[in-house]
C-alpha cells in the first residue's frame, strides 16, 4: 500500500475510468450524489474500503507529537494499554521472541554471520546449501548476499534460519 499523494493526473486517470466504464457512478459523482472520488471508486469496486484501523494509522502518522501523546494518555486512561500488554504476555509472538536472538529485523548480527560461518566450514557447505536444507529453492541467493554484502532477509528465512542454527549449534 503506498503512501504517496496523489497527483491531479491520477486522479483524473481515475474519473477518466470510471466515465467510462461505469457511467452511472460517475454522473452519481458529478452531480453530487456520491460525496468523493474514493468513495465512487469503492463503489465501482476499483479500491477496497479502508478498515478502521488503515483510518488509525493514516491518522497516526500525520498527527503531531502532542496529539499522539495525548491520544497514548487517553489510550492509558481506557485501560487500552494494560490490556495489550496482557495479551502479549497470554499470547507471546513465537517469531519476534526466537528472530531477536539472532537478528535486528530483517538484518543478521555480526555474531550470528560468524556462528552461520563455523557452521558452514565444519560442515564444508555454501549458503545456498542451507537455503535448499531449510526448504527454500537451492538457487536462492538471499542467504549469501546477507552473508557476503549485509543484505536483508525475509522473515521467513529468518525464522527458519534460527531453527536451523539451533539444530546445527556449534558445541
Known amino acids: 500500500m503506498s503512501m504517496s499523494k496523489k497527483t491531479k493526473s ?14 452511472d457512478i460517475h454522473a452519481d459523482l458529478m452531480a453530487g ?18 478498515t478502521r484501523l488503515d483510518k488509525l494509522k493514516n491518522s497516526w502518522t500525520k498527527a503531531s507529537p502532542a496529539e499522539r501523546e495525548t491520544f497514548l494518555k487517553w489510550l492509558r486512561s481506557n485501560g487500552a494499554v494494560e490490556m495489550a500488554s496482557t495479551q502479549t504476555e497470554i499470547d507471546p509472538p513465537l517469531v519476534a521472541h526466537q528472530a531477536a536472538a539472532i537478528a535486528s529485523g530483517r538484518y543478521l548480527l555480526p555474531e550470528t554471520i560468524a556462528e552461520i560461518r563455523t557452521i558452514m566450514n565444519r560442515r564444508r557447505m555454501r549458503a545456498n546449501d542451507i537455503m535448499a536444507e531449510m526448504g527454500f529453492a537451492g538457487d536462492d541467493m538471499s542467504l549469501t548476499r546477507a552473508l557476503s554484502k549485509g543484505a536483508s532477509l525475509r522473515l521467513s528465512v529468518i525464522a527458519a534460519l534460527e531453527t536451523w542454527l539451533r539444530n546445527n549449534a556449534v558445541d
Open 10 to 23: 491520477d486522479e483524473t486517470a481515475d474519473v477518466q475510468r470510471l466515465k467510462l466504464d461505469f457511467p
Open 33 to 50: 450524489r456520491i460525496p468523493s472520488l474514493r468513495k465512487a471508486l469503492v463503489a465501482a469496486g476499483l479500491k477496497d474500503e479502508r
